[in-house]
């Protein structure tokens, strides 16, 4: 009840949002950029939903420990590719498929090798792309 007292005010908020900005995309453009601002909600509350019942349909307690850091660095991986696609910008395409990939190489190793891998081979991705968009940026100025 919580999750969706939190999720519901932030997907209209970005809608409305979303409206406002649309003076320089076309319609098509816009409509894109909504789906893309409402799937950070629907891909979480997916992933919570799908974690927890994997838990607790195969009793398996532990999965939670690993699934919970890795699944939303799967997520935020797939949405930065959606990114890419939507707004052609391969660095964040390239950052999504790095984090995906490592998010599903995480689950292969035992504990506490998931966690190691996340923050030093996830972090490494965002240490590489930061000048990379500082770069970018300053070309689309």
């Keep these: 009840m919580l999750l969706a007292a939190g999720v519901i005010p932030g997907v209209i908020l970005s809608f409305r949002a979303t409206r406002h900005l649309r003076g320089s995309s076309d319609e098509a453009e816009a409509w894109g950029e909504q ?5 950070w909600a629907t891909a979480f509350i997916a992933l919570a939903l799908a974690i927890s019942g994997l838990a607790a349909t195969l009793d398996i307690q532990e999965a939670q420990v690993v699934m919970w850091p890795a699944g939303p660095v799967g997520v935020v991986g797939m949405i ?3 990114e890419g696609v939507v707004r052609r ?6 950052l999504g498929s790095w984090l995906v990939i490592v998010a599903g190489a995480a689950l292969l190793l035992p504990t506490p090798g998931p966690f190691w891998v996340l923050a030093l081979a996830g972090g490494l991705g965002y240490v590489v792309a930061i000048p990379l968009e500082r770069r970018r940026l300053q070309r689309a100025v």
């Design 89 to 94: 910008n391969q660095l964040h395409y390239a």
């Design 80 to 82: 930065n590719i959606a």
């Design 35 to 39: 789906m893309l601002g409402t799937s």
